[in-house]
């Protein structure tokens, strides 16, 4: 056991099951280990280094923005700020943004939006309380906090931590009509990740986000979007809805007349939560609230001392200045279709192995099969087997629940890394395919 795992079992809390390799340096899309094994790291974090490990410009940015201003508080205005809330007004549609500096705390901004919105749109004739309930699906991710873990769909993230806090409910994925039957009086907001990440990487169909919008509109309440890990370029829009939809955006143009693009989205949801990639492992999170809705949270209703600090915004427009510049939406793109005609090609000749592939971009779930013998019964979930031959062979990539691999590398990847990534995974599959 290296020293370092030693101090951890001494000193930090055991909340993870890590694996046993501890990381010492990267670059691009590789990373090192303390023996100086190389690995290709086709989880980028969990989707968080869009950009890959040790960035020039990135470096760059950090220095010379920490030389000058790291941080101020709210009560002052800053430039860094200003224009990275304008940025991704554009390339959403017309709103506001407020920064904090998690993908939790971002949705805990959505829940607040929600209850504020429920506290001020009741029809005062047959008022009787504020509405106050939001409802997720089954499969959901929303973050560690009591309220996340309230609007996450997972028993197991819930377990041993009750009372939950009030207000949630869950509904399957994916079902319009579960939604419909489930929405009371008492019904303030939707929320929902139009790619289902943790649990393994199931994105939302078209119609399904049309026919929230619509429910929502009927219904009069809000649609709130978490797009902490399918967002920010990585399924070649900007947010993944957009690419579920169609719409368009400005993933990959630069643009400053945002009122020109404005006519041309005929679909918004109220809200959406940011995190991960935003700052490309600086830590950065955001909402984006409908213009709508710009003022339901006013001054004195919400606060971060942290939020918007002038380094964590500089990184930002720096990582996607870089993504606009270099064209990563469209590598992103078509990166994720090579990966996923790749990956089918396995899943056709292997299907006892490999039962589906799932996900959009660079966003990708490989489902392996539930009945592969391969699986031994020990503490390991299947996913995690798998992952841990694939670091025998030099890679990293991420478990999701159950029999779910997830590739989530760095929009830059390379066609020659995406091809190693191939390579590596087919000699798991076989691996696996030789213990039927
Ligand atoms: C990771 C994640 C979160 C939580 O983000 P943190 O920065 O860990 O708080 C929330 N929602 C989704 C969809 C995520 O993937």
Known sequence: MNNTRKIFDCYVLPTYSRFDITLERGEGSYVWDSTGKRYLDMGAGIAVCALGHAHPEIAETIAEQSRRLIHVSNLYYNEWQGKLAQKLVELIGPGRIFFCNSGVEANEGLFKLARRFGNSSIPKENATSARSEIITAFGSFHGRTLAGIAATGQEKIKKGFDPPVAGFKHVPFNDLEAMREVITENTAAILIEPIQGESGITVAS??????????????????????????????????????????????GRASNEPKKRVASFTFLPDAISMAKSLGNGFPIGAFWVNEKYADLLGPGSHASTYGGTPLACAVALKVLEIIERDQLAKNATELGDFLKTELQKLHDKFPDVISEIRGSGLMIGIQFSSDAPAFNKGDDSPAVQIIKRLHERGMLAVPAAGYVVRLLPPLNLKRSEAEEAIAIIANVVHSIADQH
Request: aromatic share 10%; net charge neutral.
């Open 206 to 251: 078209a119609e399904y986000l049309r026919g929230l919008r619509e429910l929502c509109n009927e219904r009069r309440i809000l649609l709130l979007f978490d797009e902490v890990q399918a967002g920010h370029f990585r399924t070649g829009a900007f947010h993944s809805w957009q690419r579920g939809l169609n719409v368009d955006t400005a993933a």
